[in-house]
């Protein structure tokens, strides 16, 4: 894994409580595209998360609970297979990447894989008719064809912690 040099930021790129998108709901949950780079061999570390405050977003009053994942919304059947994973699944899910969260105080809300890696897509999971306002920092990596295979079986939920164990 070889770094380009490469930074990119992720911000506010849902503008709308009903976003155009490659999106899914269910069960007053939202799990919508942020993020797509389809290219081989190259992935996007995720160094850092924040939430865009009011001063920053106008007209943004309260902030909104999101999770980021690299879960693409079309790897679900339909709507009812999403809301059995987003009430069940999705906090233990290996393609999550990381959190923001306003319950946890005056301290960090924010929660991050410091060591995952994102290969195609990133997307984000959050509350119906409420609007995420985010800044996501990636940088980008060249891979090997088989460091893309690991990095891609880990975002599909199964675990590596065991192999040559």
């Given at each position: 894994m070889k770094r380009t040099g490469r930074r990119l930021t992720l911000s506010n790129d849902i503008n709308s409580a009903t976003p155009a998108n490659d999106t899914i709901t269910s069960n007053d949950y939202r799990l919508t595209t942020i993020f797509n780079d389809d290219r081989e061999n190259f992935a996007w570390k995720i160094v850092d998360i924040k939430q865009l405050g009011p001063a920053v977003v106008a007209g943004a009053n309260r902030p909104v609970n999101w999770a980021l994942m690299s879960v693409r919304p079309e790897s679900f059947n339909d709507p009812a297979e999403f809301g059995v994973w987003s009430a069940n699944r999705q906090p233990f899910d290996n393609s999550l990447i990381g959190?923001?969260?306003?319950?946890?105080?005056?301290?960090n809300p924010y929660s991050l894989?410091?060591?995952?890696?994102?290969?195609?897509h990133l997307s984000l999971f959050y509350p119906v008719n409420?609007?995420?306002?985010?800044?996501i920092t990636l940088e980008e990596y060249e891979i090997s064809s088989r460091e893309e295979i690991m990095?891609?079986?880990?975002?599909?939920s199964q675990s590596l912690n065991q192999i040559g164990e």
């Amino acid at each position: 894994m070889k770094r380009t040099g490469r930074r990119l930021t992720l911000s506010n790129d849902i503008n709308s409580a009903t976003p155009a998108n490659d999106t899914i709901t269910s069960n007053d949950y939202r799990l919508t595209t942020i993020f797509n780079d389809d290219r081989e061999n190259f992935a996007w570390k995720i160094v850092d998360i924040k939430q865009l405050g009011p001063a920053v977003v106008a007209g943004a009053n309260r902030p909104v609970n999101w999770a980021l994942m690299s879960v693409r919304p079309e790897s679900f059947n339909d709507p009812a297979e999403f809301g059995v994973w987003s009430a069940n699944r999705q906090p233990f899910d290996n393609s999550l990447i990381g959190t923001y969260n306003i319950e946890w105080g005056s301290g960090n809300p924010y929660s991050l894989r410091v060591d995952h890696v994102a290969t195609n897509h990133l997307s984000l999971f959050y509350p119906v008719n409420k609007i995420p306002y985010y800044n996501i920092t990636l940088e980008e990596y060249e891979i090997s064809s088989r460091e893309e295979i690991m990095f891609k079986i880990k975002e599909t939920s199964q675990s590596l912690n065991q192999i040559g164990e």
